[in-house]
């Protein structure tokens, strides 16, 4: 039982390459977020995905696209990478009852050049 | 429409000392509320949480938190701090009905010798 999955772990990019994240679950679960995370600034909700065919956005949605592939699937998509885009990024996932808790991949480290 | 606010980005304690470390919270509607921990190059854990029932939560680790509705506050404690206790600590909080979680902006706790 992996839990989250994330892939790449590291990755480099210059201003307007572009690069999906994946992330992978296998608990079953039809709940699934993209998070970002700055120093001082916690964790805020990119894209969010409450079950299978179905996204939303977060707080900070602007410059991403997500895929829903199936239930265990996840991908986030920056199409033109810009600086600000630099960033560690979290995938988690949950049960969809509200007071489940989400349970977090090891998250992926962005430097955008 | 919620929000969490930590009381203080860095806290530092000496080994065996009590751990404390502040949220407080504000939501429209009865909370759910949640303390996750994360180490070093590591996702987030989940610690504890509160749904419903007894107000006094306890977790992994040692570590408890209470729920007081009045001063809308839930605060995280350790009677003795250990060394492995070192990481950052994310308050988060979910309104009922609520699809996201949302966080404060972490403490990192610093365990001194």
């Known amino acids: 039982n992996a839990g989250v999955t994330q892939t790449p772990k590291f990755q480099v990019l210059k201003t307007g390459q572009s690069m999906t994240l994946q992330c992978a679950q296998d608990m079953n679960h039809n709940s699934m977020y993209w998070y970002r995370q700055d120093p001082g600034m916690g964790l805020r909700l990119i894209y969010y995905s409450a079950s299978e065919g179905t996204t939303d956005k977060g707080e900070v949605p602007n410059g991403y696209n997500v895929s829903r592939l199936n239930k265990r699937e996840f991908s986030l998509r920056l199409e033109s990478a810009a600086p600000s885009q630099t960033s560690v990024y979290f995938c988690a996932s949950s049960e969809a009852w509200v007071g489940a808790e989400q349970y977090f991949g090891p998250g992926t480290r962005l430097t955008v050049t | 429409a919620q929000s969490v606010t930590q009381l203080g980005s860095h806290v530092s304690v000496s080994e065996g000392a009590l751990v404390l470390l502040r949220c407080n919270y504000s939501?429209?509607?009865?909370?759910?509320l949640f303390w996750y921990v994360q180490y070093p190059n590591q996702g987030l854990q989940l610690l504890l949480k509160?749904?419903?029932?007894?107000?006094l939560v306890k977790g992994i680790n040692g570590f408890e938190a209470e729920f007081k509705k009045s001063e809308t506050s839930f605060h995280l404690t350790k009677p003795s701090a250990h060394m492995s206790d070192a990481a950052e600590y994310f308050c988060?909080?979910?309104?009922?009905?609520?699809?996201?979680?949302?966080f404060g902006q972490g403490t990192r706790l610093t365990i001194n010798p």
């Open positions: 988060a909080v979910k309104g009922q009905g609520a699809q996201k979680l949302v």
């Open positions: 939501s429209s509607v009865p909370p759910y």
């Open positions: 509160y749904t419903t029932g007894a107000t």
